[in-house]
Nanobody, 125 residues
């Protein structure tokens, strides 16, 4: 069982930045594929970014490419999402997800095994 705990959400003005963190349990974090998703009210959960367990390959949704950066610290069992140039349309609950089955990049929610509880990000105009 893997537990994921997100932090770092909050209220920010458009154009600002936030860094989300997701702390994971487990001794084999370095073998987890990690992802970030978000869900706005009345909308489906959507993919934001993913980072593989091998040589830190990354993958981004087109809507955040060039503005968001996913990274990981295997020493700290933590994955990060640096969000710059935030827009009001980035407002959502952001969720961290993990897959432990030694796969590469995953972009669909159903492909992930474990989920955090989410952290709210609100971008004001």
């Amino acid at each position: 069982q893997v537990q994921l705990v997100e932090s770092g959400g909050g209220l920010v003005q458009a154009g600002g930045s936030l860094r989300l963190s997701c702390a994971a349990s487990g001794r084999t974090f370095r073998s987890y594929t990690m992802g970030w998703f978000r869900q706005a009210p009345g909308k489906e959960r959507e993919f934001v970014a993913a980072i593989s367990w091998t040589v830190d390959n990354t993958y981004y949704a087109d809507s955040v490419k060039g503005r968001f950066t996913i990274s990981r610290s295997n020493a700290k069992n933590t994955v990060y999402l640096q969000m710059n140039s935030l827009k009001p349309e980035d407002t959502a609950v952001y969720y961290c997800a993990a897959d432990t089955r030694l796969v590469e990049l995953l972009s669909r929610p159903q492909e992930y095994e474990y989920w955090g509880q989410g952290t709210q990000v609100t971008v004001s105009s």
